[in-house]
């Protein structure tokens, strides 16, 4: 579902190929560039979401900004999804939301749910699945998603989510029939929520 990945100033992943995957890439701390076999050149920092739809196949690499960064590494969380269909053509979207970030809720990020098509959200292919984020400060709340299923993934800090306890940075949690349980931050907090209504997803 996520990786949780930190790179050093200076260095990356080197141009490697993906096929038939929907990917969202989510910087928490420094800046990322990616190049892609499409022409795509873009730099990802906090605040901005990334799509790259892998479709019948597509290159990329993704590393460090050197300039802008130095020698902090960057921070980030890369996530796949199956597309609804294969063979699409590849695809490329960016979207800054850091205005909407404030506001303490679930906030949508990437999403393929009929519900988010007058969302500002970047386009997902895949209709079963939606993707937020949410900033929390301490003792504030939010509900999860009542769906299938929700995948719950801590990006930074800690919360407590109601039914399962305390989580921390790194940890994650899947709720089948999710009935919108509350997720409390302890302290400043980060949760990427993954809302699912097919298991292909």
């Known amino acids: 579902m996520n ?7 200076g260095r990356g992943f080197a141009t490697h190929g993906h096929r038939d995957m929907e ?9 990322l560039v990616h190049q892609d076999s499409e022409g795509n050149n873009g730099l990802i920092y906090p605040g ?3 799509r790259m739809s892998a ?8 590393k460090n900004d050197a300039v802008g960064g130095g020698d902090r590494p960057v921070h ?3 996530m796949w999804v199956l597309p609804d269909e294969q063979g699409i053509a590849p695809g490329y979207q960016q979207l800054d939301i850091s205005d909407q970030l404030a506001s303490a809720a679930l906030v949508p990020l990437a999403s ?14 895949q209709r079963h ?3 937020y ?12 998603p009542t769906a299938p299923y929700v995948h719950l993934f801590v990006a930074r800090g800690a919360v407590e989510v109601e039914g399962t306890g305390v989580l921390t940075a790194g940890d994650s949690v899947r709720i089948s029939a999710a009935e919108g349980q509350r997720v409390t931050g302890i302290g400043p907090a980060e949760v990427l929520v993954w809302e699912m209504h097919a298991s292909a997803t």
């Open 3 to 9: 990786n949780d990945d930190a790179v050093r100033g």
């Open 23 to 31: 990917i969202v890439t989510w910087v928490l701390d420094g800046s």
């Open 48 to 50: 901005l979401a990334q």
């Open 55 to 62: 479709g019948t196949g597509i290159l990329h690499s993704e």
């Open 76 to 78: 980030f969380v890369q």
């Open 112 to 125: 393929g749910l009929a519900k988010h098509r007058a969302a500002t959200a970047i386009r997902i292919s």
């Open 129 to 131: 699945a939606g993707l």
């Open 133 to 144: 984020v949410a900033r929390l400060s301490d003792a504030q709340s939010i509900a999860l």
